[in-house]
């Protein structure tokens, strides 16, 4: 079956680690996301990618890096310049946003310890 | 950019009962606008989508409608049952989505 892999699904961080949450996809999708959920919150977006090789920040950016060297992976960089990365992190992937939703992966939830 | 607002934050309805959650959207030019169930610990499911050209669209027991005009849609669960409790979420989109800030739906048994 298609769809988007997150892993790991719980990820534990100290003070001024960077971790990589990653994000997987088998649909074929072009475009793929990163956003940022908060309790009683909506999605932020943090990076956006519609192609190989070229992202773009989102509305929250600061503190996260991403690339996109092959169509099917996205991976999400929390960098220790983030000051508060305690959130439950999702990926998604879609086909044309002029048409579809997006499928979302199952998240990660990130806690600094 | 586009705003989209979501009421209410939380509904509790007795099993069987209706709910209904709108939201409002900003800019004319949003032209697709799926709804999302969220479950606890959960990625978002897409349940339901509606196209600007478009006014109302059922599945079963969920019905989405659209008001260009007014720039308010609105999702409809009827019969609802304990299954139903999730978090709702709502979006605009005209190339970018735009989500609303959720509403946490419970059903009574």
């Known amino acids: 079956d298609g769809g988007i892999t997150q892993s790991p699904k719980y990820l534990f961080r100290k003070e001024g680690q960077n971790v990589t949450l990653s994000c997987e996809q088998n649909?074929?999708?072009?475009?793929m996301y990163w956003y940022r959920q908060d309790p009683g919150q909506g999605l932020r977006l943090i990076y956006y990618?519609?192609?190989?090789?070229?992202?773009q920040k989102g509305d929250i950016a600061e503190g996260y890096s991403v690339s996109r060297e092959k169509k099917e992976s996205f991976p999400l960089t929390v960098t220790s310049a983030q000051k508060n990365p305690t959130a439950f992190y999702l990926c998604?992937?879609?086909?044309?946003?002029?048409?579809?939703?997006?499928?979302f992966g199952s998240g990660t939830r990130l806690t600094v310890v | 950019g586009e705003n989209v607002e979501q009421h209410p934050s939380t509904l509790s309805v007795q099993e069987g009962d209706s709910a209904v959650i709108k939201c409002t959207y900003s800019?004319?030019?949003?032209?697709?606008f799926p709804w999302y169930k969220q479950e606890l610990g959960k990625g978002p499911q897409l349940i339901i989508d509606?196209?600007?050209?478009?006014g109302e669209k059922k599945d079963q027991r969920i019905a989405v409608t659209l008001n260009k005009t007014a720039k308010h849609f609105s999702l409809h669960i009827t019969e609802t049952q304990p299954e139903d409790s999730a978090v709702y979420f709502c979006?605009?989109?005209?190339?970018?989505?735009?989500f609303g800030t959720g509403t946490s739906l419970t059903v009574i048994p």
């Open positions: 998604a992937s879609n086909k044309d946003t002029r048409f579809y939703g997006y499928t």
């Open positions: 649909l074929n999708h072009d475009a």
């Open positions: 990618s519609q192609i190989v090789n070229d992202f």
């Open positions: 800019d004319s030019a949003s032209n697709y």
């Open positions: 509606i196209r600007s050209n478009v």
């Open positions: 979006a605009a989109s005209m190339g970018q989505f735009y």
